[in-house]
């Protein structure tokens, strides 16, 4: 499975983004997918996760904020960001993950968020 991120940018506090993230390979395979970001000096932490029957988790930070979807048929991973703050400046992965447990990761994206 190959994962390719897209989106990321410039934005103004209290602005939006719209994280895309295509998958191919054995689709058949993936089972939950989701959004993690790794700001400046910081480790990597999940944003979102969705499985594959649309059930969603969000970390507490962007709760009402982010909305993960997916995209089963054309097997994309999406991430609407609203609202959005300087803390949420970060490089954002996608990651894929197969029914056998298997991880997959897409290249970053960065999304800087200018107060």
């Known amino acids: 499975v190959q994962l390719q991120a897209s989106g990321g940018g410039l934005v103004q506090a209290g602005g939006s983004l719209r994280l895309s993230c295509a998958a191919s390979g054995r689709i058949s395979r993936i089972n939950r997918m989701g959004w993690f970001r790794q700001a400046p000096g910081k480790q990597s932490k999940l944003v979102a996760s969705?499985?594959?029957?649309?059930?969603?988790n969000y970390v507490d930070s962007v709760m009402g904020r982010f909305t993960i979807s997916r995209d089963n048929a054309m097997n994309n991973l999406y991430l609407q960001m609203d609202s959005l703050k300087p803390e949420d400046t970060a490089v954002y992965y996608c990651?894929?993950?197969?029914?056998?447990?298997?991880?997959?990761w897409g290249q970053g994206t960065l999304v800087t968020v200018s107060s």
């Open positions: 969705i499985t594959s029957g649309g059930t969603t």
């Open positions: 990651r894929a993950e197969s029914i056998a447990g298997v991880a997959y």
